[in-house]
């Protein structure tokens, strides 16, 4: 597939999704709040996560405060994410390393970025695009069923479909690939009965092609 194609997936997903919840929520917090808040995110449903990150930043207003955080306390108001004591120790571990190595200030590169206890190339690509607006390509479940069912790759691993889409897309689209292709995962390209009938990049799709000519023989 070109890039001009892909271009156009991007451009026809922004016309029929616009600013999805992602991104609304996403350019409400601050660099901070966005790293923390992606790093619960982990195995957590988006609402949930929503909640508890603004319960969380109620207490814990800046990587100072969680840094001097009781693990316990910290514990009890995100018990309801997945793996909450492992993410408790995580982000107050995350916010120690903040101020004793970048001055309170969360680094906008992704070798620093995932340098952090615990964060990896999905939640650094995360905080690049939402939190600092650069190009990056976070991948997680969504985008690599929908990269690889469209034909865009084809590939085993996450970490290989960032690659391959690094470099199949232009840069001035890697920011928005995330945000575009999470929502067209969960709501039309969904893990188990895709609602191909509801899409609107068919004619771009590897998959839909061949259940097409299965469908027709």
């Given at each position: 597939m070109s890039k001009s194609n892909i271009s156009e997936i991007i451009c026809i997903l922004k016309s029929n999704y616009g600013n999805t919840m992602l991104?609304?929520?996403s350019k409400?917090?601050?660099?901070?709040?966005?790293?923390i808040a992606t790093v619960l995110s982990a195995r957590a449903r988006d609402e949930t996560t929503e909640v508890i990150a603004k319960e969380l930043f109620l207490h814990y207003?800046?990587?100072?405060?969680?840094a001097n955080a009781k693990r316990k306390e910290v514990e009890k108001i995100i018990?309801?994410?997945?793996?909450y004591q492992v993410k408790a120790k995580r982000i107050i571990d995350i916010s120690n390393v903040l101020i004793n190595e970048y001055g309170g200030q969360v680094p906008d590169n992704m070798d620093d970025l995932t340098g952090l206890p615990g964060v990896g190339?999905?939640?650094?690509?995360?905080?690049?695009?939402?939190a600092f607006d650069k190009p990056a390509i976070p991948v997680d479940t969504h985008v690599h069923r929908?990269?690889?069912?469209?034909?865009?790759?084809?590939?085993?691993?996450?970490?290989?479909?960032?690659i391959a889409l690094m470099e199949i897309a232009h840069k001035s689209t890697w920011k928005y690939i995330n945000d575009l292709?999470?929502?067209h995962g969960k709501n039309v390209c969904k893990p188990i009965r895709p609602v191909c009938e509801a899409?609107?990049?068919?004619?771009y799709c590897e998959y839909y092609r061949k259940i097409f000519s299965k469908n027709n023989t």
């Open positions: 991104a609304r929520i409400a917090r601050s660099p901070f709040q966005s790293l207003k800046t990587p100072k405060q969680l018990k309801k994410s997945g793996f190339r999905k939640t650094a690509g995360c905080v690049l695009v939402y929908v990269s690889n069912r469209l034909g865009l790759v084809h590939t085993k691993q996450p970490e290989k479909t960032e292709f999470v929502y899409c609107e990049i068919t004619k």
